[in-house]
C-alpha cells in the first residue's frame, strides 16, 4: 500500500463541472488572467536548464460555489512511500509536521490521518505548544523530550504550556468555523485524526464509517 504523506489544502484539487465547456477566454473571465513573472537568479547567472522559465501566480475565484458532486484530486506525489519502506524523513510545511516525527525517530502511514486532520481545519517549541494547547495533554513518554525541546528553544524567556488541552477547545474552534450543519459529523472524525500517538488515531475506514 502506499502511503501520500503530504496532504494539505495546497494540495487537493477539485473538479469543476461549470467550467469544463468554457473556451480559454471565458474561463478566464470568471478566475481572472494568469498573472506571471519571469523567474532569474539574484546574482545574474543564467538559469538551470531544469528550471522554469516563469512564475504564474495561483488564481483565486472568489465567486465559486458548492457543486452538487466534486471529483476531488491529490496533487504533488513526491513524499509518497510504500508501507515499510519508509523513507529517512519527509519533507514537511512546518506548521503540518506531525507529532511523531519531532518526537521520535519513527513514522509511518499514519502520517496521512494527522495531516488529513489538520487540513480541515516555525519555530518547533511554538508549534508543540499549539498541538498542545489544541489538541490534547502530550503523552508521558513525550514529556522529556518536550523539555529538551523547550531548553533548546529560541523563544527564551516564553512560557509554553505542559498540560493538555481544555477538552472543549478543538470543538469550540469547530464551531467557529464551520456553520453549515450538514459538516456536523466531521468534528469526530477531526478529533479521531487528531491525536498524539499514531496508534490512538482511528484509520481511513473508521473515517469514513462516521461520515
Request: hydrophobic share 40%.
Amino acid at each position: 500500500m502506499l502511503s501520500y504523506a503530504d496532504i494539505s489544502g495546497a494540495n487537493i484539487a477539485f473538479t469543476a463541472t461549470q467550467l469544463v465547456h468554457l473556451s480559454e477566454e471565458d474561463l478566464f473571465n470568471v478566475i481572472g488572467s494568469p498573472q506571471s513573472t519571469e523567474l532569474a537568479r539574484v546574482d545574474g547567472k543564467p538559469l538551470c536548464p531544469s528550471l522554469l522559465k516563469q512564475l504564474v501566480q495561483k488564481a483565486i475565484w472568489d465567486d465559486w460555489t458548492d457543486e452538487d458532486e466534486e471529483d476531488i484530486r491529490l496533487l504533488d506525489w513526491g513524499e509518497a512511500f510504500l508501507h515499510g519502506a519508509e523513507p529517512a524523513k519527509l519533507a514537511q510545511p512546518g506548521d503540518l509536521r506531525v507529532p511523531e516525527i519531532i518526537f521520535t525517530t519513527r513514522f509511518d502511514r499514519r502520517v496521512d490521518l494527522w495531516r488529513a486532520g489538520c487540513t480541515y481545519s516555525g519555530d518547533e517549541a511554538v508549534l508543540v505548544a499549539q498541538m498542545i494547547n489544541f489538541v490534547e495533554e502530550l503523552p508521558t513518554e513525550w514529556q522529556t523530550a518536550w523539555q529538551a525541546i523547550q531548553d533548546s528553544s529560541g523563544s527564551s524567556g516564553r512560557r509554553f504550556p505542559t498540560g493538555g488541552a481544555t477538552k472543549s477547545k478543538l470543538d469550540r474552534r469547530f464551531y467557529e468555523m464551520v456553520g453549515e450543519p450538514e459538516l456536523l459529523p466531521l468534528l469526530p472524525i477531526i478529533q479521531g485524526l487528531m491525536r498524539f500517538l499514531p496508534s490512538k488515531r482511528i484509520s481511513g475506514a473508521e473515517a469514513v464509517s462516521l461520515l
